[in-house]
């Protein structure tokens, strides 16, 4: 069959990390490198050796010698790029949130389902299906490794906020500082990697939330760049979301009647079950607990400690890697591995998450 042909839009930013992986993969041409920074898109093409063109303008993406279209760009840009992608009968994979409004990408998914009865596949880019112990996990959780899940617990903070408001406060505009062209803080540009996972995970959908939300440290930034939710799930569990731009770290857990599980800066695995071994991708356990708590009351016993370190977004080889798995669906004809359309319930999540933190109450997440 013939390559793939790509125009890869959006070369700045996260885009820049997994360049590499559209380079690699035999099946695949980059013809178009597409950004409004025109040097940002030659230093893709240099990065891709030289062969694809540089252009500035978003229709070089939709000329004839173009199959598939990769968006990288803001959220606000994402509507008019999709929706026009599809209708130009290219298959589209559409880096996260879907868009900055849930209407913005409802009207996405509209397209897309028209598109696909044209044979147009369309994906939604979450970066952390690339990990390997996040499948684990899944499986995990599906077995009853961890009992019945009563918990989870995820936290990803970075600083880019206080580095974004000085910026801004400097007179350099950005549009991560903008609610409109965002659609609120750190809580839809982080929290959807979790919101999505733990949904994934349990096969579960979140019912209800309760959120706090606010600016503390970055007065250059309109949206928040502190959040803490609680979600109530359809099987019962509850999940903490913590996020932030104004510190950093990062983490998740799983707590169950029967297992236990923290992941802690993308390195360091504990695991403790009850239910005794499990291998998988990256999760080799052995051993029977007894769940005795070796130090302060109600602290699980990690039982079992390994590292587990993330892949590069740009490790082609790694078979979960989200660009590699997409451009295999298109090539092969099958379903994406992440749809549009369940990118947007976790936009839903996220506006029950700000209706929350402006209220003061519990919130219920208007499902579709």
């Known amino acids: 069959m013939n390559n793939l042909r790509v125009a890869f839009v959006g070369c700045g930013g996260i885009g820049d990390h997994y360049l590499s992986v559209y380079r690699e993969l035999d099946f695949v041409e980059v013809v178009s490198c597409i950004d409004a920074n025109i040097e940002r898109a030659e230093r893709a093409v240099e990065a891709l050796d030289g062969k694809p063109r540089a252009a500035s303008n978003f229709d070089d993406a939709l000329s004839p010698d173009v199959d598939v279209v990769v968006i990288n760009t803001p959220n606000h840009l994402h509507r008019e790029q999709a929706v026009a992608t599809l209708e130009a009968n290219k298959h589209l994979l559409l880096q996260k949130p879907v868009a900055a409004k849930v209407e913005d990408a409802e009207a996405i998914v509209e397209a897309a389902r028209r598109a696909k009865q044209r044979g147009v596949v369309s994906g939604l880019y979450l970066s952390y299906f690339d990990q390997p112990l996040m499948h684990d996990l899944r499986e995990m959780i599906q077995r009853?490794?961890?009992?019945?899940?009563?918990h989870l617990y995820a936290r990803l903070m970075h600083r880019g906020g206080i580095a974004l408001s000085q910026q801004?406060?400097?007179g350099q505009s950005n549009?991560?500082?903008?609610?409109e062209l965002t659609g609120g803080g750190c809580f839809i540009q982080l929290a959807v990697h979790y919101v999505h996972l733990f949904k994934w995970m349990m096969g579960a959908r979140v019912e209800r939330?309760?959120?706090?939300a606010k600016n503390q440290h970055c007065p250059g930034v309109?949206?928040?760049?502190?959040?803490?939710?609680?979600?109530?799930?359809?099987?019962?569990?509850?999940?903490?979301?913590?996020?932030?731009?104004?510190?950093?770290g990062e983490q998740l857990s799983i707590h169950g009647t029967r297992g236990t599980c923290e992941y802690i800066g993308n390195q360091t695995l504990?695991?403790?079950?009850?239910?005794?071994?499990?291998?998988?991708?990256?999760?080799?356990?052995?051993?029977?607990?007894?769940?005795?708590?070796?130090?302060?009351?109600?602290?699980?016993?990690?039982?079992q400690v390994t590292t587990v370190i993330a892949p590069p977004l740009g490790d082609w080889r790694n078979k979960f890697n989200q660009h590699r798995v997409f451009l295999e669906a298109v090539r092969d004809g099958r379903e994406p591995f992440v749809s549009i359309e369940s990118g947007v319930d976790d936009l839903r999540v996220v506006n029950a998450v700000y209706e929350s933190a402006v209220s003061g109450c519990a919130a219920e997440v208007a499902h579709s």
Do not use: H, K
């Not at 549009?175 to 609610?179: D, E, G, M, Y």
């Open 270 to 303: 504990m695991l403790d079950s009850l239910e005794g071994d499990f291998t998988g991708y990256v999760v080799n356990y052995s051993g029977a607990s007894s769940q005795v708590s070796p130090a302060a009351p109600g602290a699980a016993a990690a039982q």
């Open 168 to 170: 801004v406060r400097n």
């Open 144 to 150: 009853g490794w961890f009992g019945g899940v009563a």
């Open 222 to 248: 309109e949206g928040e760049d502190l959040a803490c939710a609680i979600l109530e799930f359809s099987n019962g569990a509850l999940a903490t979301i913590d996020m932030a731009w104004n510190t950093a």
């Open 209 to 212: 939330v309760m959120a706090m």
């Open 175 to 179: 549009w991560r500082a903008s609610i």
